[in-house]
């Protein structure tokens, strides 16, 4: 329908990325590491399993899901306030990204890839959405908006409807919405008053 506007997408999930690397650095944002390494991960399986399946420009969203946290990972090192944490849930979520690939390679079924991927991916988001339940100031919402709204564009662009084109996507949606609502949640919604 629209193509052009995962261009649009793709933009804003930069300039999402940019205020998050930026609080990072001042300090602001507390990434985990091992989240944004397994968001790094598994959105560039995605995006290679949907490009192997023929999926054209609507994978763009996807491939920028995992560049922008590609660049949040290398910024988080300069910060000494960003963590490495790794427990069993962690490796966890390691193997399933992994196991994506070789599931992939041994059916070469893209959708069992796409599948899988956004598995990892939201196993890898659990201990980001806990920690933003908890305490939403760790967190910068505008990288979470603009990867939602960059999942958004990809229905835009979508030709043939096939389960690699939209699986992520769709998933990128549902995620990024949860953390939004974790962040900002206190914000909108007034705490119980109690007599």
Known sequence: MFPQAVFVGAFAQLIGGAAYIKDTLWGETKPNRVTWFLWMLAPYIGTAAAIFDGVSWAVLP????????????FVSFINKNAYWKLGAFDY?????????????????????AVIFAATADGLAALPTLSKAWSYPE????????????????SFLAIQMWAPSEYIFSAYLVFINSAILIAIYRKKFIPERITL
């Open 62 to 73: 996807v491939f920028m899901a995992g560049f922008v946290p590609m660049c949040v990972l």
């Open 92 to 112: 966890t979520c390691g193997l399933v990204s992994v196991l994506a690939l070789v599931l992939w390679y041994i059916t070469k079924e893209p959708v069992v």
């Open 138 to 153: 760790t967190e910068t919402g505008a990288v979470y908006a603009a990867t939602l709204f960059g999942a958004l564009t």
